[in-house]
């Protein structure tokens, strides 16, 4: 493979996991959107909905996921992939010139039980070191077998495939190594997100100290302001200057930015142009496979999780340890620990409740 084939994502230190209520958020925030869309659809404005419906982009990966698949278990049952992508496509440059491909700088997997009682939402680190199988890569040729981080896998497919290569290799290297059989997969890029904050006006942050970032050109001010415009892509993409540096410790911040954002959202329910605005940018920023890609279904999507009850609402990361501990060398990298990873995604490939603590406990039990 050649080296622009194999180019490795950015990577980072572990410094334990993200807090559980910053996982909530994330879903909160997928949700939020969603049901958005839902009452901005129900509107008297069809032409609207229409048009937002438009902005959608699917990508058919059918022909790209192979046969080779583990079955599904249960036929109502969801495995979703959530997949943010940093392409840099549309950002003139800035934000890191040197990369070519987008990279799945967050992963998520979203199950949904079949009676639509619980959901449990996985986070899959994105310096996991796993095997990543053989993908298509959009020209005619096929990648080779080999072990890197599982960020790589979105990068490897999309770099000649687009999203649709992208999201295929994604969902083969998650199948391959949790056993579960993925549905659907939701990408959300990085090009959009600015628009999506300046549509609402900027979000609302407190920072208790000042923050100075030159590799994220940004520089903050301590106290409490609104960061919008190329401060709010700066502001998620920060990681030195802020906590400990680690890329762990950013996707908190990120989550925190994020609820923000779908709060501000929410408080602008009866204000149509801002919010037309936030959800024509919302749109335009996702892509999805070619059945769960219209509004309608997202719509569906989202109303099924809402009737989740709270507290059969379940948020783990896999459960990882420093790939030190196997290869010294590696000081940036994690591996999924076992047995307790894969009893994780025993339990969701059979539809079973998952139990947060026993998964996040350190001896696994």
């Given amino acids: 493979m050649s080296a622009g084939r194999h180019r490795a ?55 790209l996921v192979g046969d080779d698949r583990p079955p599904a278990v249960s036929t109502k049952a969801l495995n979703i992939a959530l997949i943010g992508s940093d392409s840099r496509k549309g950002l003139d440059g800035q934000y890191g010139t040197g990369l070519t491909s987008a990279q799945s700088d967050t992963l998520m997997v979203l199950h949904l039980s079949a009676d639509r009682k619980r959901a449990t939402v996985v986070s899959v680190p994105r310096d996991s070191w796993v095997e990543i199988p053989s993908c298509d890569l959009g020209d005619g040729e096929r990648s080779k077998p080999h072990s890197f981080k599982i960020n790589e896998a979105f990068a490897l497919g999309s770099a000649d495939g687009g999203v649709a290569g992208g999201a295929a290799c994604t969902i083969r290297t998650l199948e391959h190594n949790t056993g579960l059989r993925i549905d659907h997969f939701v990408e959300v890029n990085f090009a959009g997100f600015k628009d999506m904050v300046n549509a609402l006006g900027g979000v609302k942050m407190c920072l208790e100290e000042p923050v100075k970032d030159t590799k994220a050109h940004l520089d903050l001010p301590a106290g409490c302001q609104t960061i919008k415009d190329e401060d709010a892509l700066a502001y998620v993409r920060a990681r030195y200057s802020l906590g400990d540096g680690s890329d762990i410790g950013r996707i908190g911040r990120q989550q925190e930015f994020l609820q923000a954002l779908a709060d501000k959202a929410r408080s602008k329910l009866f204000d149509p142009a801002a919010l037309y605005a ?46 030190s501990t196997v290869e010294p060398s590696d000081q940036a990298n994690v591996i999924w620990k076992k047995p307790q990873a894969q009893k994780l995604f025993t339990a969701l490939a059979r539809d079973e409740p998952v139990d947060a603590d026993s998964v996040s406990a350190p001896d696994g039990n």
């Avoid at 048009?51 to 022909?63: E, M, P």
């Fill in 9 to 63: 994502a950015r990577t980072s230190r572990r410094s334990g996991r993200p807090r559980r209520s910053g996982r909530r958020r994330a879903l909160r925030l997928v949700v939020g959107l969603l049901v958005v869309a839902a009452v901005t659809g129900a509107g008297s404005a069809v032409w609207a909905y229409y048009k937002l419906n438009g902005n959608l982009t699917t990508a058919d990966i059918s022909g």
């Fill in 278 to 323: 936030f959800l024509d940018a919302a749109t335009k920023s996702l892509t999805t496979d070619t059945q769960l890609g219209s509004l309608s279904k997202l719509t569906d999507l989202a109303k099924d999780l809402k009737s989740v009850p709270r507290d059969q609402l379940t948020f783990v990361t896999v459960p990882n340890v420093p790939r």
